[in-house]
């Protein structure tokens, strides 16, 4: 999808930047996202207190890029592309929350397999975020796929879930550039590129 599709879809001027609320992750397969979406579906009917990510949404991030130009996020996406970043294997791991005191506000899960090289690809990313302009992340890289978030602002008591499935592993052969369009029922996830890892 181009600039001018966007503006219109926007409501813009094509001539004008049009900014997008944009992140770069790693999708899951079919396989692995129909697995999660069964255990989403057992986690949600123990624990309705957190939002649960719809199957269709799961991703691993490697960086939030916040609202900015499109054209500053495909440009960031041309040099990763010229980069030639390598593919390496993943294997999802444990659940797990980002807490405040006892509450948890996130409940991800992480990953048995390829945690060292996703930190790789993500420092590569962040070089060319800085390069472009870009805030610098404050908080070192973890890479999980986030499951839910608490209802609550300050976060929720989390029972004990089910245990997430140890399913195959599968080969990251790809970087997405995301848009997420904001909604009633949610995020909506909608890839701009697709960056081919070797």
Known sequence: MGPDQLAEEDGGDPASP???????????PEAQRDELGRYLDA??????????TPAANLHLTIRFLGHLDVAVAEAIADRLSDADLPGFELALGHAGAFK????ARVVWLGLRTGDKEAGGLAAAVEAECQRAGLEGEARAFHPHLTLARARARDGAALPELP??????????G?????????????????????ISLR
């Open 18 to 28: 049009v900014r997008v609320r944009a992140f770069f992750g790693l999708p899951l």
């Open 174 to 194: 790809e970087l997405i550039l995301y848009r997420s369009r904001l909604g009633r029922g949610g995020s909506v996830y909608e890839a701009l590129r697709s």
């Open 163 to 172: 245990d997430a499935p140890r399913g195959d592993g599968w080969r990251a």
């Open 43 to 52: 986690c949600a009917q123990r624990a309705p207190q957190f939002r649960w």
């Open 100 to 103: 405040r005191g006892r509450l």
